[in-house]
């Protein structure tokens, strides 16, 4: 098992909200700038706080979504219904704003480009986001290992870094987008339109000979079918990195 | 705790409305969130068993019936995960650590919990003593489903929940601290939610 390097204590800190991306009526991007950020690797998280004029406070983790070449730090945050951070992250935050964090959190679920094994990233829904890093980190490390993602969504208009990953995916660097679109459809689409299964990994995937290391991220019940058809299709099980994007989160 | 205020932030204040029983940070839940590193495991029962190591005898083990032969108590315990959900009222069934080692002879300060998967995690030997830690079979009436650490997983509510190893298959009786799989990624050694041990250093 790796063992990460023991770290300070990781303290509360304030980035500037410099950009806010709608990505999709539902999601939005939050991007700062952390005067005091040491850096992360692709697939940490960090802790947001927010706290009221009287002192209360909420406190949540969101996965980062930019490369840790960028000058910015990136979070990506899907409004939840009733969600206490999420809906003020979506719905209240302007640039200018500041928003306080700690990170950079985690080191298993992190994917580093002198990785030599074929990659497979497969998301559901905003569970995108750390898989996003990793794809962004891939590119500007100008990576070549050949990397495949199976990206679930409702519908097009949900797919959330649908522009530039069409643009990666252009790039001719070894990077594939596949789509599966499980609700509503464009006219004229060709691609999958059902829940990612055994056949399309086998499909779209490496094979399991190839050693490919996988990364999965998304609500549980799309990590535990994704991760029991990888096991099915021979992957072994220390090579399947999962993390859970639940309904729950606030 | 002082905080950067956050232009325009209120909040839903449900945790602040059970303060008594949500930790700082913490917000509570209905549903029961997964959270877990791989693949989850699937070990038929006929093939699992639970072992002590490094006492005597040395292992002392269990089958499946063997365990589920042994007393067990119901628990109701609120659980706090690092991942900053609270669900409160939780209902199971196990068998009490103190039971299991019961019988067992060693000079153990420590207990390094392993599991199906490879996790493992780390406890001092008192939090895991005098009816504060089980062997839970069953949630809510029913056995434990698998992502949520069955057949049996550890339960230590007292604690941030990644100490309540699924798929547990054993202790490791120690006779000093050793940091498990989260703890060696950047989580606190401890993990106490009163004092918001979560990551190293807090």
New interface residues.
């Given amino acids: 098992?790796a063992?990460?390097a023991?770290?300070?204590?990781?303290s509360?800190t304030?980035g500037d909200v410099v950009e806010l991306i709608d990505e999709t009526p539902w999601v939005r991007t939050i991007a700062l700038d952390v005067p005091e950020w040491a850096g992360h690797r692709a697939g940490q998280h960090v802790?947001v706080?927010?706290?009221?004029?009287d002192?209360?406070?909420?406190?949540?983790?969101y996965s980062i979504a930019s490369a840790p070449e960028d000058d910015r730090l990136a979070i990506t945050v899907e409004a939840l219904p009733?969600g206490?951070v999420s809906s003020?992250l979506v719905g209240?935050l302007r640039v200018g704003?500041?928003?306080?964090l700690r990170g950079p959190?985690?080191?298993?679920?992190v994917w580093e480009a002198d990785r030599t094994e074929p990659l497979l990233l497969v998301a559901g829904g905003s569970g995108m986001v750390p898989l996003m890093s990793m794809i962004r980190h891939r590119h500007a490390a100008g990576a070549t290992v050949p990397a495949k993602l199976l990206f679930s969504s409702r519908a097009w208009e949900d797919v959330i870094y649908r522009d530039e990953l069409e643009r990666l995916a252009s790039a001719g660097d070894g990077f594939a987008a596949i789509h599966t679109l499980t609700r509503m459809q464009p006219e004229g689409w060709t691609g999958y339109t059902r829940r990612v299964d055994a056949a399309m990994l086998s499909d779209v995937g490496w094979s399991a000979s190839a050693m490919p290391a996988s990364f999965v991220c998304g609500p549980?019940p799309f990590v535990?079918a994704v991760?029991?058809a990888?096991?099915l299709l021979g992957h072994a099980?220390?090579t399947?990195?999962?993390e859970?994007f639940?309904?729950?989160?606030? | 705790?002082s905080?950067?205020?956050?232009?325009?932030?209120?909040?839903?204040?449900e945790?602040?409305r059970e303060n008594a029983r949500v930790p700082p940070?913490q917000?509570i839940?209905r549903?029961f969130?997964?959270?877990?590193?791989?693949?989850?495991?699937h070990t038929p029962t006929a093939e699992w068993t639970f072992a002590v190591v490094g006492g005597a005898p040395q292992p002392t083990t269990w089958t499946w019936e063997q365990f589920r032969a042994l007393p067990s108590e119901e628990i109701r315990a609120d659980i706090h995960c690092v991942?900053?959900?609270t669900k409160l009222d939780t209902n199971w069934q196990g068998v009490s650590v103190d039971t299991l080692l019961d019988g067992i002879d060693h000079d153990a300060t420590h207990v390094l919990a392993f599991s199906d998967?490879?996790y493992t995690t780390n406890l001092p030997l008192e939090d895991v003593s005098d009816g504060k830690a089980w062997i839970a079979f069953n949630y809510d009436g029913e056995p434990l489903a698998p992502?949520h650490g069955g057949p049996a997983r550890l339960l230590v509510p007292h604690l941030y929940f990644w100490k309540s190893a699924k798929w547990v298959r054993g202790l490791q009786l120690m006779d000093h601290d050793e940091a498990g799989?989260?703890e060696?990624?950047?989580y606190h050694i401890y993990g106490d939610p009163w004092r918001e041990q979560?990551?190293?250093?807090?």
């Fill in positions: 098992m063992r990460a023991v770290r300070g204590r990781l509360w304030l802790d706080r927010l706290t009221a004029e002192g209360y406070q909420a406190q949540r983790s009733d206490e003020y209240e704003d500041k928003l306080e959190i985690g080191g298993y679920f549980t535990e991760a029991n990888l096991l099980a220390p399947i990195k999962t859970r639940g309904p729950t989160g606030g | 705790m905080g950067y205020v956050s232009r325009g932030f209120h909040g839903k204040r945790a602040e940070g917000y839940v549903d969130p997964v959270l877990s590193a791989g693949p989850t495991p991942t900053k959900w998967g490879d992502e799989f989260w060696s990624y950047g979560r990551y190293a250093g807090d």
